[in-house]
């Protein structure tokens, strides 16, 4: 009686481990550039965050001039958000003259900028 082999043979384990390198190959560039576009992202979402205070703050400011947060640099901006700042992040300081709308720039992870508005108000 003939016995039935049972298994991989070497050429087929082979054929998979290659076909698992390049799979790995094409994998892992494609993963760093996520890393980095996340964190694009991440101080783009930061900065949309912050133009939606400004035209909050703004708002309340004219309403009730004891509302909100007085913004007459770029900078003033990080006290509207809830908690603050993140830490990582900058804002690049630039003057805001009241009733006018300037762009200011934001400074995250790996030197990722975005633009916001700020409104001056007193």
């Known amino acids: 009686m003939q016995q039935k082999q049972v298994g991989f043979t070497l050429i087929e384990l082979i054929i998979?481990?290659?076909?698992?390198?390049?799979l790995a190959a094409v994998a892992v560039p494609k993963y760093m550039a996520?890393?980095?576009n996340t964190k694009t992202a991440e101080t783009?979402?930061?900065?949309a965050s912050l133009t939606a205070a400004n035209a909050i703050n703004y708002a309340a400011r004219k309403a009730n001039a004891?509302?909100?947060v007085a913004v007459v640099n770029c900078t003033d901006l990080s006290k509207v958000l809830l908690g603050g700042l993140p830490t990582g992040?900058?804002?690049?300081?630039?003057?805001?003259?009241?009733d006018a709308?300037?762009?200011c720039t934001l400074t995250g992870?790996?030197?990722t900028t975005s633009r916001f508005s700020?409104?001056?108000?007193l």
Do not use: H, Q
Not at 16 to 22: F, K, M, P, Q
Not at 44 to 47: E, H, T
Not at 89 to 98: H, K, L, M, R, V
């Open 16 to 22: 998979v481990i290659i076909i698992l390198g390049l």
């Open 66 to 68: 004891t509302k909100g």
């Open 89 to 98: 992040y900058t804002i690049t300081s630039f003057a805001a003259a009241e």
């Open 101 to 103: 709308t300037v762009s």
């Open 44 to 47: 783009n979402s930061i900065a």
């Open 109 to 111: 992870p790996e030197a």
């Open 118 to 121: 700020a409104t001056g108000i």
């Open 34 to 36: 996520l890393s980095g």
